[in-house]
């Protein structure tokens, strides 16, 4: 019998990976990629990483797009269920990049290294989460090197991340002696995920016997510590993002990785409700609705068309059918949707909520932008962050600066970086949220238009989304200071600041005008 479309939606998982470089992400990926059947071989989705470790040669990646597009999204089925994985870029530079896409998850797996605990990294991502409620599953990396003990890890969680931990896994042994991990409810021990099922085991002592003897004594002890002292597992608690199941294991050596799909299947919640201006959306409503998180442009320069990622949010996305695109109310067609493997692509015949797919256009659809078959809503939620560095373009070739402007409205659309176009005429003002951008941009200025571009520093360094509740105030700051106004990419007004300090004092001078640091897209 056919499927329905509470109960394909039911099946679906959306999540990213959330780490500090070097954790673990990319062999957790790979792992799962491959328990899922999506790859043949381990090591796939590493050698693509590491050609693109070195910055030039991502700059080369970069130009050549195929890797990125294809790594945006990886699906996989496992056990029934269908898991989208929304991959966000490494680097820090990219970081509005990595916020956007966490807009578009249900949950996310931290990845924690074992030895090095909370990092830097690990925790403004989570804070990102927090910020969406995002329920989130803790994954102890690394078990089988020389790690820090599992409840100081569990106390660091707590209280860097002011987040409860539940335990549902336990390591048995350390490094050398590490060889799986025991399962507090159901009392189960578990290898290798290439092994055998995991076997039950109520007494702490049979698992102890894994071990050598000089650590049996201690595990026992630590095993009844953990069984008291540790929180049992609270789905409430985690759906509201206040708890995180932890597993430990190794990814690397296939340890844990089987527990972690098999709790994201159990506990991971269903695509969720999804908030628009005009109401609430549910994913299991008839009508499908989806917004744009990320654009990128083709692996195929000389066409300039791009793909523009989508997650579903309800309904049922068929290729071929028409949708309203709300910013414009303009009809448009999908007629080739696509989905992401992990080393393919292919025709999307039809998507449920949670699923991401990529629609080709030439530039019609923007980060943000709401489809709908007809309803005139708008999701919330896809934010722009100010950008903290701010540069003129100056262009070598000066009879060629009607060029530059359009390649530039195109690499804004794509989100590369914000365009600011001063109310006083003068030259546009690029903004970047890390310094990397700035490089891709000038890369793909040159090999994609033939642009050769520098950067010129200009007199703001800061700059902030005005508004208020006066319109005539608005106008009146907006007039008095035209020199420091510029509009960004919607029309939408910005203060431009020399310093954080001019900004304050701006700021407490017109008390009428908001000056915000994160628009939400409309
Ligand atoms: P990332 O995407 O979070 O940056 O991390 P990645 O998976 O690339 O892993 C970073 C390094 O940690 C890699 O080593 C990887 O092999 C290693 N690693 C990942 N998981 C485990 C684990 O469970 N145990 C151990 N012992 N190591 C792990 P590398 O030396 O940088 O690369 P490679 O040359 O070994 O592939």
């Given at each position: ?16 990976i959330i780490a500090h470089p070097d954790a673990g992400k990319t062999t957790l ?81 931290m990845v924690i290294d074992a030895?090095k605990?909370?990092e830097?990294r690990t ?16 994954f102890?990396n690394k ?108 990814a ?271």
């Amino acid at each position: 019998m056919a499927e329905t479309l509470a109960e394909a939606v039911s099946r679906r998982r959306t999540f990213a990976i959330i780490a500090h470089p070097d954790a673990g992400k990319t062999t957790l990926t790979e792992k799962l990629l491959l328990f899922g059947g999506a790859i043949q071989l381990a090591g796939e989705v590493k050698a693509k990483k590491d050609r693109i470790q070195t910055r030039s040669d991502w700059m080369k990646i970069e130009r050549e797009r195929g890797i990125s597009v294809v790594t945006s999204v990886m699906t996989f089925e496992y056990d029934g269920n269908v898991f989208n994985i929304l991959d966000t870029p490494g680097h820090e530079d990219f970081a509005d990049d990595t916020y956007r896409t966490l807009t578009a998850v249900d949950a996310a797996v931290m990845v924690i290294d074992a030895a090095k605990g909370i990092e830097p990294r690990t925790l403004k991502l989570f804070e990102v989460c927090r910020l969406r409620d995002i329920p989130i599953i803790t994954f102890v990396n690394k078990m089988d090197r020389e790690s820090r003990d599992p409840f100081e890890i569990l106390d660091e969680v707590e209280e860097k991340l002011a987040l409860d931990t539940a335990p549902v896994t336990w390591p048995v042994g350390r490094s050398k002696t590490f060889c799986g991990s025991y399962h507090l409810a159901d009392r189960t021990f578990r290898g290798s995920d290439t092994q055998v099922q995991p076997t039950r085991m109520d007494d702490a002592a049979e698992v102890a016997k894994h071990l050598p003897e000089n650590e049996r004594n201690a595990f026992i002890e630590e095993m009844e510590l953990a069984r008291e002292a540790c929180r049992p597992f609270d789905r409430e608690a985690f759906l509201e993002g206040h708890l995180t199941p932890v597993f430990f294991g190794s990814a690397l050596r296939n340890f844990g990785v089987r527990d972690l799909i098999n709790a994201l299947g159990a506990f991971a919640p269903p695509p969720r409700d999804q908030v628009a201006d005009t109401r609430k959306v549910h994913a299991a409503e008839d009508r499908m609705t989806a917004f744009v998180f990320k654009i990128q442009a083709n692996m195929d320069p000389n066409h300039r068309d791009r793909i523009a990622f989508a997650r579903v949010c309800s309904g049922m996305l068929e290729r071929g059918m028409k949708v309203r695109l709300a910013r414009t109310g303009k009809t448009i067609g999908l007629s080739a949707p696509q989905f992401f493997f992990a080393s393919q692509r292919q025709l999307a015949d039809t998507a449920y909520a949670g699923d991401v797919v990529g629609i080709p256009n030439h530039g019609t659809l923007r980060i943000g932008d709401t489809l709908t078959e007809g309803e005139a809503l708008v999701f919330e939620g896809v934010p722009n962050f100010a950008p903290e560095i701010l540069r003129r373009v100056r262009l070598e070739d000066a009879m060629k600066a009607k060029k530059l402007k359009e390649a530039l409205q195109q690499m804004a659309e794509e989100g590369v970086v914000q365009l600011f176009s001063p109310e006083d005429g003068s030259p546009a003002i690029v903004g970047v949220v890390g310094a990397l951008q700035l490089d891709v941009l000038k890369e793909r200025l040159s090999a994609e238009y033939g642009l050769p571009v520098s950067f010129e520093m200009s007199r703001f360094s800061v700059c902030r989304w005005i508004s208020s509740d006066s319109a005539a105030e608005l106008d009146k700051f907006v007039t008095q200071r035209r020199g420091d106004i510029a509009r960004d990419l919607d029309g939408d007004p910005v203060f431009l600041a020399q310093d954080a300090f001019s900004l304050r004092y701006e700021a407490e001078r017109y008390p009428a005008i908001k000056m915000v640091a994160i628009k939400e897209y409309h």
